[in-house]
């Protein structure tokens, strides 16, 4: 949706519909990628660091959830990037994940 919404998008004059459709399914596939993650990890994490790992990746999943908007603002603020710009850095970031998600056996 981002990669999409990279196009559609006007810089000058934000069209707040395709906004909150782009929204709605960034958080949509977090609400079903989320829970999916934690359940495969007692698969993928041998159970003595499982502890540590909820841990570890709970604190990276929490700062990463306020340092990106923070970023994101910072650079659209900036004028170093337009939105459409920041789009298609954002449909990077989830076609790079998905290649990690494809590396876990």
């Known amino acids: ?5 990279n196009f559609y998008v006007n810089n000058e004059q934000p069209q707040i519909c395709l ?3 782009i929204t709605f399914v960034l958080n949509l596939m977090l609400a ?4 999916a993650a ?3 990890t007692p698969e993928v994490v041998i159970k003595i660091y499982l502890q ?3 841990a570890i990746s709970n604190t990276f999943f929490n700062l990463a959830n306020m340092a990106a908007p ?10 170093n990037i337009d ?8 449909a990077l970031s989830y076609i790079v994940a998905l290649c990690m998600n494809f590396l876990i056996p």
């Open 32 to 35: 079903l990628n989320y829970p």
């Open 52 to 54: 540590k790992f909820n």
């Open 70 to 79: 923070l970023v994101g603002g910072a650079l659209l603020a900036i004028k």
């Open 19 to 21: 906004l909150i459709i």
């Open 83 to 90: 939105f459409s710009e920041f789009l298609l850095i954002n």
């Open 38 to 40: 934690k359940a495969i």
């Open 1 to 5: 949706m981002c990669l999409s919404g």
